[in-house]
């Protein structure tokens, strides 16, 4: 009979759950390293060893550079048995299909060149200059850094794209490295690709300004993310586009995680990536991709994302002259961990730590009023000059696609997902009347801008009245465009830096 029956269940219970954790997964010796419990013997065996796909000229991106003609791609190398299991820890799935890596490749190459012609429209556009000041008119470079290449299923098709004789011929200055935390995959892939550059690191360390800085411009990023720690590298890619050093960014994650950063508001994936991203860069779903194709395979859908960024000029002129990306966080961080209640209740607190020390501003006025009553009472500010324009350029371009339709169907609304090539980001920024009976996931992306400038209003309210025409009208030099947004406002604190 035993003396302690509830420890012992309590124990039995965590020993179930442990094991149901873990299936799969077994503990090394030595290290104490979770790995999978065995090779799959179907794992190299069974999975095609080549695959080519050629890109046809109708497939490719009108005026973008021809990088190359030919994508052929291997299947995951067959791994050291018993010496190269997948870890746990490290959130270790390889790709193990061939013509999922052509796919992957394919769509990156595009997303690529696009992401090029993306940026030379935008420099024509505005007149600007990025910090990168290397950057010019004919720079068609694709500099392509994969994140995580674990056993090279991805490598070694990009390494013949980007670092051999099938290169395009009208530019070898096309540049291709890899950040890797796993010794192993380094060792492989060393001895593989003497010629590879890989940077032996965590890739939450990982400084993208510096890295575009050494690369020679901006970064075309591809990887098979790890999906315990996908929301923060693709944060750490939104700091670095603060100082235009990534262009683009190919990558593979979880499909929950991917339906958030394209949700629309009032649903329920809506929420903290939908606003960031939707605000630095055009977002596109590409495809879905089944567990099959992974070694282990996980147990959920993961999916291909593309982000094309739009760099720190859209940025800067879509928050404004008074909106920092930091408040912004502030705001979204207070509104989405209370997203059930209304904007009015998510934003007291933060109201109360913003003013809360300032004693002048809480006094009551002559309504009887303290400085959080006055703002959550507040109707919603005069979009600035700068943004009207671009709600109206937006209308207009509505009201254009609205008599095109009408001879396909009378009196059909304009659905969201019609509206290609229109402003949606300006169109959908202005407030409601009502706005702090609003639910977070009510409000766009631009309305999230609007209400930050209202809860910061009184911290930046001179700045506003006073020199709201003249900030609009002088020609920002990018180190202030950089130095505006922030080097570091998305990442954590203890994920590296951006110089």
Not at 87 to 114: C, H, P, W
Not at 345 to 355: F, M
Not at 369 to 388: A, G, V
Request: charged fraction near 25%; proline fraction near 5%; charge should be neutral.
């Amino acid at each position: 009979m035993c003396n302690y029956p509830t420890a012992c269940a309590v124990h039995w219970n965590l020993c179930k759950y442990s094991f149901h954790a873990l299936k799969g997964w077994v503990q090394a010796s030595g290290t104490g390293e979770w790995e999978w419990e065995e090779d799959d013997p179907a794992f190299s065996n069974n999975a095609p060893t080549i695959v080519t796909q050629t890109i046809s000229q109708e497939e490719e991106i009108v005026d973008s550079p021809k990088t190359i003609s030919m994508v052929e791609t291997k299947a995951t190398p067959t791994l050291p048995s018993g010496s190269f299991r997948p870890k746990q820890s490290l959130g270790q799935n390889f790709l193990r299909d061939g013509n999922t890596v052509a796919k992957i490749v394919k769509t990156f190459l595009e997303d690529a060149q696009k992401g090029i012609i993306l940026s030379k429209e935008k420099v024509n556009e505005t007149h600007s200059t990025s910090s990168l000041d290397h950057q010019n008119d004919d720079d068609t470079t694709i500099r392509a850094v994969e994140l995580g290449p674990g056993a090279g299923a991805l490598t070694d098709t990009l390494v013949p794209i980007f670092l051999s004789k099938h290169t395009d011929p009208t530019n070898n200055n096309h540049t291709f490295q890899c950040i890797e935390i796993d010794p192993r995959s380094v060792e492989l892939l060393t001895n593989k690709h003497p010629n590879l550059h890989i940077r032996y690191m965590d890739v939450l360390q990982a400084n993208y300004p510096q890295i575009a800085h050494e690369a020679g411009g901006p970064l075309s990023i591809i990887g098979n993310l790890p999906y315990y720690i996908t929301s923060q590298i693709l944060f750490a890619l939104a700091d670095a586009s603060h100082s235009d050093s990534v262009l683009s960014a190919t990558v593979t994650m979880q499909y929950e995680v991917a339906q958030r950063i394209v949700a629309k508001p009032s649903t329920k994936e809506y929420g903290i990536l939908s606003v960031v991203f939707q605000l630095y860069a055009r977002c596109n779903l590409h495809y879905r991709i089944p567990p099959t194709v992974f070694y282990p395979q996980p147990k959920v859908m993961s999916a291909l994302i593309g982000l094309h960024f739009f760099g720190s000029e859209i940025v800067k002129g879509r928050l404004g002259s008074h909106v920092k990306p930091s408040e912004l966080r502030r705001v979204l961080k207070a509104t989405f961990l209370k997203r059930r209640k209304t904007v009015r209740n998510g934003l007291k607190g933060l109201l109360k730590e913003i003013y809360g020390g300032d004693e002048q501003a809480m006094l009551e006025d002559e309504n009887g009023q303290n400085i959080i009553d006055r703002i959550l009472d507040m109707d919603p500010l005069p979009l600035e000059d700068s943004h009207e324009r671009a709600k109206n350029e937006a209308l207009v371009s509505v009201e254009a696609k609205q008599k095109g339709q009408k001879h396909k169907q009378k009196n059909k609304k304009l659905k969201f997902d019609d509206l290609d090539g229109v402003d949606t980001f300006a169109l959908n920024r202005e407030l409601p009347k009502d706005w702090t009976k609003k639910r977070p996931e009510e409000l766009t992306p631009g309305q999230f801008v609007e209400l930050t400038r209202i809860v910061f209003y009184y911290i930046h309210r001179d700045e506003m009245n006073g020199t709201n025409k003249k900030k609009e009208n002088k020609e920002d030099n990018q180190d202030d465009i950089s130095l505006f947004l922030g080097k570091k406002v998305w990442r954590k604190l203890k994920h590296g830096h951006n110089d």
